[in-house]
């Protein structure tokens, strides 16, 4: 265990950093074993720090200490002291450069931050604080300096070398080697960072912005996956020209690059002009990707590049205030992906997300408001409350400034803080200033942790025409906030007639004609009534397009929900509506089920679907969502006490029920669906629609096989022509035993064996699948000689994937589950704590479970927190954990 791994840093001790660097020079010898590291930088006292100690600390880690010069001068051995975290120098002037010379060793590293060695290139990841695994410095985003780097390296072996700016020289060396210089003219902090070398390829775009600059624009490969760019390519034009028109949002140097790498902890990474990524969100073709992957990389290129403004023109004074970028440019890439996309379905996919990965965060353990107030290890907040609750909160406040206002409120806060570190308040403050509205209340979505819940009631009065809308707030205690004050919560709602069309919703006292058929409620108290005029009972529709980031309730009967599955003109609410009708079927089912009666599937829901599958030629994406049953994440998260083996058992019966009771409909929508996309494989939201209905048809169609029906699937896994149709074919194979599904993974493994990214894809389809001897199964494929510990993408595929996604599983009785990931988290941590911390937070719900596997999970966290030299990652997640 490191000496400081417990100690806890506290928004409340920000201070100043004590100096100021305003140049960096960095020069990489990049070498086999030894990479020297040598630094010059300017330093200077900082005015705004009132603190005048005359010492010195740069953060520094894993780094060997070759020479230190002070103005050209040795340090003298009594001026400078070393720990495990860093440089203390001793009695050192306002102003003066200092040089130092470090070793490390990007070899070793597999931690996977700082650099180190991917695919046979050198990369880095600096973000949050891996620059000081590079080189001795105040490595705190509140410092910014412009940086020069050279590379120096073997020009044969890594003939291309990149870093961040412009590509100011590059000339051979003796020796076979060579050296290029980058200089970025934009101060940054050091977490923005970037170095790359290596053999790699790239293929190339241009962009013209609204001024008339040409940039270039480069995706860099490694050869073998030349072609596979294009993708991410055409998603970075679409982005650079959407930012300008939404946001009058201009690049700002003459180059982009992205450079995709297989070994990365994340999704990808914002440097300064050479964004590195996963390979998994840059590398597609129809062979190797799905249509989710295609999104994905859409999504991840324009979140990278939006941060360019959101990020890396404008940062964050320290890492409490992460969801500045994070909430902000995540906002900013659902809006262009719904822009891009149809936009209902990529609300759906966000809203399902929020509900089953964020509302989990926030009612356990690790629940932590969206500006967090302390860390052990910042890397433990790149969390689903951070990055997706942060972006709620900023789509709230879009919708209640109003587009206009919300661009406006954006200039402002970029013409006050272009070129610095600020704090999400400076954001708000900004809005606030432009729109002139006080945001006093909606101030506490930041500070606030835990989901908010909504109690909606609604009473109609025959005689006076009026419906009232009663909404009562509440929130639960969460880890240090016991005590939650009410929110601001835009509420936004609809009223439907008895034959569905919406009636203007307009409250009692409202003088106008020109009420909207859609009316945003401004929830600030603890209760609140509202009352609206209506010429008969309405069918309220609630909470539309998801206007607020709470778990809202309402009695609805089946029949109202079935109603509004049919009639609400909010696409988003007739999923939302199909979601709650199936989860409330569901829940009754386990109800049932925990009362000793046996299972029945209720007339309610068939003919709830069989209205969505005769009507689903009219949005086959809409209503493929519509009929995908909710997952066992977001039904576990519906009760405080989770019943595991009921919900598993109550909705793979219901999937059986649903499948036989509408066989018919499953098989002709299918072939409806298929005759719509014979005309071959293409992108557009139709055909990606079509293909997600056939499949969830082919899902049921699975769920209760008539004779002859795998042979079938085997045939149409040799015929199908893209990834997502044979990705969905293996799905259901992988969770039958017999010669089909053997041979077609056998087959499928021959195809992916070279190819990474669809590699995982075996390895997850497996881990994921419903099956009874699956603890075992993922124990084989753990000992496959292509499981990798060192790659974090096959780590997930096989053990997030089943820890997280796989409940029944996971949570097989014996403990089996249990075990098997509690000890692979710990030979995990050894290598790469990020990875392993990330996995032991699959126990973190312990306490809501029944006693025996509650006991289980405990007693691997017991475990985890008992061995010596676990990480500081690792430890403050189980520590949270067991708190
Ligand atoms: N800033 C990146 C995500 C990221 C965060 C941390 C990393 O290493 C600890 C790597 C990437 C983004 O939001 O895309
Ligand atoms: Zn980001």
Sequence with gaps: ???????VV??????????????????FELAERDTVVKTLMSLRRNPRSTNREQTLFLDGIDLKLRSLHIDGTPVAD????????????????????LQTEVIIQPQDN?????LYCSGGMFCTQCEAEGFRRITFFPDRPDVMATYTTSIVADKKRYPVLLSNGNLLSSEDLPDGLHRVTWHDPFPKPSYLFALVAGDIVFEEGAFVTASGRSVALRVYLQRHNLGRGTHALEALKKAMLWDEKVFGLEYDLDLYMIVAVDDFNMGAMENKGLNIFNSKYVLADRETATDLDFQAIEEVVAHEYFHNWTGNRVTCRDWFQLSLKEGLTVFRDQQF?????????KRIHDVRLLRTVQFAEDSGPLAHPVRPEAYQEINNFYTATVYEKGAEIVRMLHNLLGKEMFRRGLELYFSRFDGTAVTIEDFVKAMEDAAQVDLSQFRLWYSQAGTPNIRATGNYDESSKEFCLRLQQGCAPTPGQSDKQPLHIPVAIGL??????????????????DCDTTAILPLKKTEQVFRFKVSERPVPSLLRGFSAPVRLTYNYSDAE?????????????????AQQLVTQVIMRGVDRMADGQAFMVEPVLIDAFRQVLHSSSKDRGLAAQMLMLPSENYLVDQRLRIDIDGICTVRRKLREALSDALHDEWASVRQACIKDTSAGYGFSPEEVGCRSLKNVCLSYLAAQSKAGFWPQVRQWLDEADNMTDRLALLTLLAEVENAESQTAFAQFYQRAKDIPLVLDKWFAVQSGARHPLIVDKIRRLL?????????????????HTFARGNLGGFHAPSGAGYHLVGDYVMKLDRLNPQVSASLAGSFSAWRRFDNDRSALMKEQLNKMFSTEGISRDLREIVQRSLQ
């Design 1 to 7: 265990m490191q000496e400081n791994s417990c100690q």
């Design 10 to 27: 506290r928004l409340e001790d920000y201070a100043p950093s004590e100096f100021l660097v305003e140049k960096v020079h960095l020069t």
């Design 78 to 97: 009594r001026d400078y002291r070393l720990d495990e975290s860093g440089l203390y120098l001793f009695g050192v002037p306002d102003v003066f450069e």
């Design 110 to 114: 597999t931690v996977l931050e700082g």
């Design 337 to 345: 992906s719904a822009d891009e996309v149809a936009r209902s379905l």
């Design 496 to 513: 439907l007639n008895s034959t569905g069309t919406e009636m203007p919703v307009c409250e009692v006292g409202h003088s106008g004609t």
């Design 561 to 577: 929900l079935m109603f509004l599955t049919v009639h609400d003109s909010d696409p988003f609410n007739r999923w939302d509506a």
């Design 783 to 799: 000992a496959h000689e292509d499981f990798n510990l060192c790659n974090p993408n096959r780590v997930r595929a096989v053990l």
